[in-house]
């Protein structure tokens, strides 16, 4: 069996096992490490970081928004999440982001129902810290199964500044070709 002890910034320790009859090299061993690090950081973040706001939308909210953008403000120390329920799948779900004054980072969890425990969601982007002060960030997840797509802003790496994150989300459905313009 091999153990290992992931510190998730100043919470709780817990402990990582591997499967018991299983054999691993060490670069297959790293990556299941890197793999469950990354994971754990946000789901820790959901569970016990500082939540400064959460915005819930629905997609149909989301299709009203037209082109108007919108404004989160984040203490610093602090996080916000933008949790998108889709019921619908085949969606693509894109966003556009800047802050100011400085980087923010930025992922996307995938939770099944608000029910769902934390540790269950699946991590669609890890955390990363983003230079949106300086470019604007732009992305897109497909929605493949009905449920919730939080999107994560995280200011805890800073200790003194706030930020400001203005964003646009847009939905789209798939155009599916009937054929119907064929003579």
């Known amino acids: 069996m091999v153990f290992k002890i992931i510190s998730c910034w100043n919470m709780s320790i817990f402990f990582s ?3 018991r009859n299983s054999t691993y090299n060490s670069s297959t061993l790293d990556e299941i490490d890197d793999l469950q690090m990354t994971q754990d950081a946000e789901i820790c973040l959901l569970k016990s970081g ?5 915005m819930p939308l629905t997609v149909e909210e989301i299709f009203k928004f037209g ?19 889709a019921i619908e799948t085949g ?7 800047s802050s100011d004054p400085k980087s923010i980072s930025f992922s996307v969890v ?3 129902s608000e029910e769902a425990p934390l ?41 003194f500044i706030s930020k400001k994150v203005f964003f646009h ?13 064929f003579p």
């Not at 969606?91 to 982001?97: A, K, M, P, Q």
């Not at 269950?120 to 497909?142: A, D, F, W, Y």
């Not at 989300?169 to 313009?181: E, T």
Request: net charge positive; proline share 3%; hydrophobic share 35%.
């Open 110 to 112: 995938y939770q099944e």
């Open 17 to 19: 096992l591997c499967h």
């Open 169 to 181: 989300l847009a939905v789209q459905r798939p155009i599916i070709y009937d054929g119907s313009d």
């Open 91 to 97: 969606l693509t779900i894109s966003w556009v982001f």
């Open 119 to 159: 540790d269950q969601c699946k991590v669609l982007i890890p955390m990363t810290r983003c230079n949106s002060h300086k470019e604007t960030i732009r992305g897109k997840v497909k929605v493949r199964n009905a449920g919730i797509y939080i999107l994560i802003f995280d200011n805890t790496f800073s200790r």
């Open 50 to 54: 500082e939540l400064m706001l959460k």
């Open 67 to 85: 082109e108007a953008n919108r404004e989160l403000f984040i203490k610093s120390n602090t996080y916000s999440t933008i949790p998108i329920t």
